[in-house]
T-cell receptor
Framework: DGGITQSPKYLFRKEGQNVTLSCEQNLNHDAMYWYRQDPGQGLRLIYYSQIVNDFQKGDIAEGYSVSREKKESFPLTVTSAQKNPTAFYLC????????????FGPGTRLLVL | AQSVTQLGSHVSVSEGALVLLRCNYSSSVPPYLFWYVQYPNQGLQLLLKYTSAATLVKGINGFEAEFKKSETSFHLTKPSAHMSDAAEYFCAVSGRSNYQLIWGAGTKLIIKP
């Protein structure tokens, strides 16, 4: 089955710790995205990547980092600089044509211990 | 700047009643418009999208939306609500960049038995 997988489903972070969220897609999409979702605030873009080895900051990139070494993978690291990391994180991917749909993974919920 | 406004953070309807979720957008270029649905603790799923082929767009689960350029609206409707429709619904418009979507804040649909 084609789709997007995110792991883990739940992740716990201790203060001062960096944690990495995984996102993998087998849809052969060029573009990939990371969103943060907080209650009542909709989706906010953290980072996106249009192509391998290239990525751009979104609206709330501070305290986060990404890499795009493979077309299929776009991991997100939540660094210790992100002081309020508790949220639901969604990964998405999209083909290269104008108007194509963004497809979403099932999400990772990050909680702080 | 492009924007999306969803009127009402919560909408409550009785089972069997008409569902109407409102979305207004601003865009200086012909838009692509999307409606997504999100069930609790899950990723987003595409309901339908407008890509200029037809102003009335039919989607999954009996939902449809009508693009009205003069009103800059793309409201989502369903003739008869079902308990399984309880979820959060997001409207989005393509931005100036092919790669980004502008998101509404979401509307939580509550179905009363």
């Amino acid at each position: 089955d084609g789709g997007i997988t995110q792991s883990p489903k739940y992740l716990f972070r201790k203060e001062g710790q960096n944690v990495t969220l995984s996102c993998e897609q087998n849809l052969n999409h060029d573009a990939m995205y990371w969103y943060r979702q907080d209650p009542g605030q909709g989706l906010r873009l953290i980072y996106y990547s249009q192509i391998v080895n290239d990525f751009q900051k979104g609206d709330i990139a501070e305290g986060y980092s990404v890499s795009r070494e493979k077309k299929e993978s776009f991991p997100l690291t939540v660094t210790s600089a992100q002081k309020n990391p508790t949220a639901f994180y969604l990964c998405a991917s999209k083909g290269g044509q104008i108007g194509e749909t963004q497809y979403f993974g099932p999400g990772t919920r990050l909680l702080v211990l | 700047a492009q924007s999306v406004t969803q009127l009402g953070s919560h909408v409550s309807v009785s089972e069997g009643a008409l569902v109407l979720l409102r979305c207004n957008y601003s865009s200086s270029v012909p838009p692509y418009l999307f409606w997504y649905v999100q069930y609790p603790n899950q990723g987003l799923q595409l309901l339908l999208k407008y890509t200029s082929a037809a102003t009335l767009v039919k989607g999954i689960n009996g939902f449809e939306a009508e693009f009205k350029k003069s009103e800059t609206s793309f409201h989502l409707t369903k003739p008869s609500a079902h308990m399984s429709d309880a979820a959060e619904y997001f409207c989005a418009v393509s931005g100036r960049s092919n790669y980004q979507l502008i998101w509404g804040a979401g509307t939580k649909l509550i179905i009363k038995p």
